[in-house]
């Protein structure tokens, strides 16, 4: 089994946007579809979907207890400009980039929340220097 797509809830697509978009390209992703103030959907490179977009039902959007995406980064630097770039796009840090053997012996992370909250993180798996 794998996951064909995701989906973010936003209260604010233009705030969401501006940390989507500086995070998205540091994951292989890129923009593929737009749907103004309500909907947005990045491609990643292994062909599955992130959604980021306000709720159907109309009711506010809110970040889970429990539930964090892991994006999977081509090497520990992109791990790193990811985190850098979440930080500097309306982001906050939940972890810094760095090894957590507690993982595994080639598990090398960080760890943020969106502008509304939801957190996520980005792994690399093998050694930090690749």
């Avoid at 959907?41 to 039902?57: E, M, N, Q, S, T």
Wanted: proline share 8%; net charge negative; glycine share 14%.
């Amino acid at each position: 089994m794998s996951i064909d797509y995701i989906t973010i809830g936003t209260n604010d697509m233009a705030r969401s946007r501006c940390f989507y978009d500086a995070v998205m390209p540091h994951l292989g992703a890129s923009l593929e579809v737009d749907f103004g103030d309500q909907a947005c959907c990045y491609a990643l490179r292994d062909g599955g979907r992130v959604w980021i977009g306000k709720p159907h039902d109309g009711r506010p959007a809110q970040p889970g207890n429990g539930i964090m995406p892991g994006f999977r980064c081509e090497s520990a630097a992109a791990v790193d400009a990811a985190h850098a770039a979440a930080l500097t796009s309306g982001g906050t840090n939940e972890g810094e980039p760095g090894s957590r053997p507690l993982y595994g012996p080639d598990f090398y992370g960080a760890y943020v929340r969106d502008p509304e909250g939801n957190k996520m993180s980005f792994v690399h798996l093998g050694s930090p220097e690749s």
